[in-house]
Nanobody, 115 residues
Framework: QVQVVESGGGLVQPGGSLRLSCAASGGIFWTFAMGWYRQAPGKQRELVAGISSRGITNYADSVKGRFTISRNNTKNTVYLQMNSLTPEDTAVYYC?????????WGQGTQVTVSS
């Protein structure tokens, strides 16, 4: 059974930075495509950034140039570096792993951007 666990959320001031981590276990990590999603109160969950098993990345327009997704296959971990944060980035951030036709979700980590 694949497990996905996020960490690194918290409270940050506008303009600040955070790095989220997502550790996956129970599967062949390097074969998974990984993604970060977020869900703000009253809004639908949306894709923030994704990275394929080969390291190809894609981003939502709203975060391009500010967020960077990366992966370390030796640590079975994917990261989301978030810079120049704004209050509009406030949300619960979820990590998912896609592989062998299945999708696995973490429990989410809260990111709050506020002064």
């Amino acid at each position: 059974q694949v497990q996905v666990v996020e960490s690194g959320g918290g409270l940050v001031q506008p303009g600040g930075s955070l790095r989220l981590s997502c550790a996956a276990s129970g599967g062949i990590f390097w074969t998974f495509a990984m993604g970060w999603y977020r869900q703000a109160p009253g809004k639908q969950r949306e894709l923030v950034a994704g990275i394929s098993s080969r390291g190809i990345t894609n981003y939502a327009d709203s975060v391009k140039g500010r967020f960077t997704i990366s992966r370390n296959n030796t640590k079975n971990t994917v990261y989301l570096q978030m810079n120049s944060l704004t209050p509009e980035d406030t949300a619960v951030y979820y990590c998912n792993a896609y592989g062998a036709g299945s999708v696995y979700w973490g429990q989410g980590t809260q990111v709050t951007v506020s002064s």
